[in-house]
């Protein structure tokens, strides 16, 4: 007689796996096809749930600044959406079959997140809502929508689960270094034909192509580089802290860090460089270092900047480029780009900022005329009347990216937004601040890098550079995964009560015994 689990597992093979090999082979014979893609997509996430049961919380963490998307997607959302929809409905089904699988909640955090949520909703409905591009829809913009709804989801999906504390920097690891993957789509020019199949996974940046400058020099901008080396920069601060980068017994870290910031400053971005410093005067702050007994430290830094000086003009256009917003500092056709790429933005800003009264209400949303949008960039204006393509900034209002923080947050949704977005940071920098002064002694190092990145990041937010609906998830993932790295908020410990000695009863000091005269005897 046959074994019954033979026939279980026979019966499994001829209904289910035979039939299944013969359709994914039908669809491999055209695997570009846009069906193809879409099937075999959901055969591989089917195949891939027993490890996105177990993992689903690190990959989260690992993609969080992962450059990869989902190709086979409709719009091809970032890896990092995808998997935040992934993890909170197998936090629900899980906490809803045990209910001591409860995920962590901080109040302080989670209400002004439910308003912003809120403002979303009410701003997408009086506003006519927003489309998808690959809807074949004229009016786009609804991929920011799903972008600052996944920065809000992703919140919740990474604080839900605590870290454990012989893993915190593995996971930190998981969380800056998946960053390093942005260098790929800079460095499409000399990947081999025969790799470029990984561009289907990680999409290239148009400044990956050298583009004239404004003064009309040649010159090409790595964004992916820069972002990868800031990335790498961050990864070694949390991990070591200042005090273990310049730890003399180790030169290895220092020269890390050198070559890091050496790819910051060749990316050609003065953004990327002023946030870099930023974040290295909070860490240098927030370690101590900013101290008189420190001062010839900071004297030889400075003499490091000047002696840049007299040799200036030989660094590479985009080094130079990086470093100009200091004074005196590269040849004058670099100061010139820079000046033109500061003017447009100044122009800029004063028509948006005409618009702030109206808007001030009821946000602008963010739909935009995505064919008015594609024909303003290829459109040109007649050479007889002396003017040339539009200029970066008109493009930049036209598709509603200001290039300023505060313009991005208050024309698409009004004085309520910016509300909610400054009631969250002021909720988030307690939660940061109360883990760096109370969390765990082996956590030191990375709570204070991760509040020193928080209070960098506003600031270059506010006065520098900001988009609202890409940057939000920066600042979500941040207090996120400093949740889960201290299971909640910190608090600091109780005070030890003074241990008071038992009294001792006193006893009465002992007296010489008193001598009696011997009484005479009468006869």
């Known amino acids: 007689m046959s074994d019954p689990r033979q026939v279980v597992r026979s019966a499994l093979v001829y209904t289910i796996c035979l039939p299944l090999a013969v359709v994914l082979g039908y669809f491999l014979a055209t695997p570009l096809d846009y069906s193809s893609f879409l099937v075999l997509g959901v055969v591989f996430l089917v195949l891939m749930i027993p490890i996105l049961l177990n993992w689903h919380h690190p990959l989260l963490i690992l993609s969080w600044h992962t450059l990869a998307v989902v190709p086979f997607l409709p719009g091809r959302p970032p890896l990092r959406l995808v998997l935040t ?21 901080v109040p302080s955090v989670t209400w002004p997140l439910v308003y912003l949520s809120g403002v979303l909703a009410v701003t997408f409905a009086l506003t006519g809502g927003a489309g998808f591009g690959f809807t074949g829809s004229e ?10 709804a996944g920065a809000i989801l ?3 999906a990474l604080s839900a689960r605590p870290i454990p504390p012989e893993k915190a920097v593995r996971y930190t690891g998981l969380f800056f270094l998946g960053g390093l993957t942005l260098a790929l789509s800079s460095v499409v020019q000399w990947v081999p034909e025969w790799l470029r199949y990984i561009y289907y996974f990680f999409p290239v940046e148009r400044t990956a192509l050298y583009m004239p400058s404004p003064t009309g020099l040649s010159v090409g901008r790595m964004y992916g580089v820069a972002t990868a080396s800031l990335c790498g920069l961050w990864y070694m601060t949390a991990r070591y802290g200042l005090r273990g980068i ?13 070559l890091f910031s050496i790819g910051i400053a060749y990316g050609g971005y003065r953004s990327f460089v002023v946030l870099a410093a930023l974040i290295l005067t909070f860490q240098f702050y927030l370690e101590g270092y900013l101290k008189v007994r420190y001062l010839p430290l900071w004297v030889a ?15 590479p256009y985009q080094v130079q480029r990086s470093l100009s917003w ?9 100061r010139e780009d820079a000046r033109l790429s500061t003017q447009w933005r100044l122009d800029l800003w004063q028509r948006v900022v005409v618009d702030v009264p109206k808007y001030f209400w009821l946000g602008k949303g963010y739909a935009i005329n995505t064919r008015d949008l ?11 009347r002396g003017q040339g393509e539009l200029t970066p900034g008109e493009l930049a209002e036209l598709a509603g990216d200001y290039h300023n923080g505060p313009l991005s947050v208050i024309v698409p949704l009004g004085v309520w937004g910016a509300i909610g977005v400054l009631w969250f940071w ?4 307690r939660v940061l601040v109360r883990n760096y002064r109370y969390g765990p002694p082996e956590l030191k190092t990375l709570n204070t890098f991760l509040l020193a990145l928080f209070c960098a990041r506003v600031i270059h937010f506010l006065v520098v550079f900001g988009a609202f609906y890409a940057e939000f998830y920066y600042f979500t993932g941040l207090v996120g995964f400093s949740i889960a790295l201290n299971r909640g908020v910190a608090v600091p410990a109780p005070a030890a009560e003074p241990v008071q000695a038992e009294a001792v009863p006193e006893t009465a000091p002992s007296l010489p015994p008193v001598p009696v005269p011997p009484v005479p005897i009468r006869t």
């Open 85 to 105: 929809g992934v993890s909170i409905v197998i936090i629900l089904l899980m906490y809803a079959l045990d209910r001591r699988q409860k995920p962590i909640l």
């Open 139 to 148: 009016i786009g913009g609804g991929s920011r929508y799903v972008s600052l």
């Open 154 to 156: 992703g919140y919740f």
């Open 246 to 258: 310049f730890d003399m017994r180790r030169p290895w870290r220092l020269a890390i860090v050198l």
């Open 301 to 315: 830094i400075f003499g490091l900047f000047v002696s840049l000086l007299p040799i200036s003009h030989r660094l």
């Open 326 to 334: 200091i004074p005196w500092l590269g040849i004058e056709q670099v």
């Open 374 to 384: 594609e024909m303003a960039q290829f459109r040109r204006y007649d050479r007889l």
């Open 426 to 429: 002021y909720a988030a920098w």
